[in-house]
């Protein structure tokens, strides 16, 4: 397939503090395409957060153009912003960010809510994600009585609840051990594999970058393929 679902064009970000400039981003380019896993590697501090960031439409670029599913998105307001990112994207964070007083279940099925889904409908695609992660015996469980691993899973299935066309992920087992974010990214990878996703994932773990299709590293805020 060749759709560019996610473009990044000459991303420039800069933060000022104090007398202080720092450009983290100078011109950062990125084509990811449909069915596409992209590792986003690079030191602490390189801006993988930021760009990550700036992919999912939750902060703006300085300069440069984000593209998404073939539409700009620089001039949209936050409205359309807000809109394009509940039914295109999904986001993964290192920490789960589940909602504490919520179950698995409701985690999942929350975010179709607000898509306006229909309940039953939201219901049984949330039990399918669900159990395709494995987490069939824990819907009814809050996240504070799951260990970190499952906890990722729901985050996982949340991220996918709306059927995005883009993954975005940041560290997503980094909080996990090693043997569990084995496991978990391998069914992280296997779900985007299923559902023809674009996934662009950062990682500090080379075995895990060495598992996606391509891998482009932060250097001097622009990106270069490794
Ligand atoms: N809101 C902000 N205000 C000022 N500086 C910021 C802000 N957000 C990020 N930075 C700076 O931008 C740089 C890049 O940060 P970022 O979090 O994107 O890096 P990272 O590659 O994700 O690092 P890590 O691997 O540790 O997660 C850092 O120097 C950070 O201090
Ligand atoms: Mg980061």
Do not use: W
């Amino acid at each position: 397939m060749s759709e560019r679902t996610l473009i990044l064009s000459a991303v420039c970000r800069r933060f000022v503090q104090g007398d202080a400039a720092l450009e983290v981003l100078s011109g950062a380019n990125l084509t990811v395409r449909a069915g596409e896993i992209v590792a986003l590697v690079g030191p602490s501090g390189s801006g993988k957060s930021t760009l990550l960031q700036i992919a999912g439409l939750l902060e703006r670029p300085d300069e440069g153009e984000v593209s998404i599913c073939g539409r700009a998105c620089g001039s949209l307001g936050d409205t359309e912003r807000t809109r394009l990112r509940r039914e295109s994207l999904g986001f993964v964070y290192q920490h789960h960010h589940l909602l504490p007083e919520f179950s698995a279940l409701e985690n999942v099925v929350l975010p179709q809510m607000i898509a306006r889904q229909n309940r039953g409908a939201a219901i049984s695609r949330a039990c399918a994600l669900l159990d395709r992660l494995g987490l069939a015996a824990r819907r009814g469980h809050r996240p504070g009585q799951l260990s970190g691993g499952e906890q990722q899973r729901v985050a996982i299935a949340r991220a996918l609840a709306n059927e995005p066309m883009l993954l975005l992920a940041d560290e997503p087992t980094g909080n996990l051990d090693p043997a569990t974010a084995d496991a978990v990214f391998a069914e992280l990878l296997d779900l985007v594999r299923a559902h023809g996703l674009a996934a662009l994932i950062a990682t500090h773990n080379p075995d895990l970058a060495a598992r996606m299709d391509r891998r482009v590293a932060l250097r001097s805020g622009v990106l270069v393929e490794v």
